[in-house]
């Protein structure tokens, strides 16, 4: 029988800051004893964010944004997301985000679940939700210079698929590829969810069906 591996044990035993930017973005420098080795990372710490799927119950259409993304150099159609500020809880900022950048009133927050966005060099934790809303209460857009324009969807697809209408030559845009994580999680959730109601509903037709 083979001996089992202990495992290290890690231990953070220096944090310094090596760079501050704007909107409190730090990247801080760990000292990790790891066994009986030291070794260095260095992580970089924007806060936590929250990100939410916003589902309209007049139009019966999800509402997404398309902004320009620094990081992937171009614009990308995305759930509305954003930091969670000082003290603030979760909650409030899905509230704070969806006037902000959609101009909407939430009536209803759904918690789907937290996840780290790239814990390798990343301390962000992202709190995703599904939200309804019915009620416009200002233009949105965003604040500052996000410049964010609003991007209805008509259904969503498994495999970070969203159907939109934009008409080119006569006919609808096929279908668009959401690329970033947190748009993919939500829209793959809903999809499911979907799937899932819609062979529970078979199911109960055929067992009626063979009363």
Do not use: C
């Not at 139009?59 to 150099?73: C, D, L, M, W």
């Not at 500020?85 to 909650?91: A, F, H, I």
């Not at 209408?165 to 006569?170: R, Y």
């Amino acid at each position: 029988m083979e001996a089992k591996t202990k495992e290290k044990e890690h231990k953070i035993i220096n944090r310094e800051t090596k760079y501050e930017g704007q909107n409190n973005f730090k990247i801080e420098e760990l000292t990790i004893q790891s066994g009986e080795e030291e070794i260095k990372r260095q992580v970089f710490d924007r806060g936590n964010a929250i990100a939410a799927l916003v589902y309209n119950t007049e139009t019966n259409k999800f509402i997404f944004v398309e902004q320009y993304r620094a990081g992937a150099e171009g614009v990308m159609v995305e759930i509305v997301a954003g930091g969670i500020e000082r003290d603030e809880k979760p909650e409030d900022a899905v509230r704070r985000e969806v006037a902000e950048e959609l101009g909407y009133k939430v009536d209803k927050i759904t918690h789907i679940k937290d996840f780290y966005v790239s814990p390798g060099a990343n301390k962000e934790i992202t709190a995703l939700f599904y939200v309804e809303v019915s009620e416009k209460i200002s233009d949105g857009g965003g604040v500052d210079d996000e410049d964010i324009k609003i991007v209805e969807v008509e259904d969503i697809g498994l495999g970070g698929n969203i159907f939109f209408e934009v008409i080119l030559n006569g006919d609808i845009k096929p279908p668009y590829q959401l690329i970033d994580a947190k748009s993919i999680i939500a829209t793959n959730w809903w999809a499911s969810n979907k799937l899932m109601k819609s062979l529970w509903q078979t199911v109960s037709d055929f067992k009626l069906k063979s009363i």
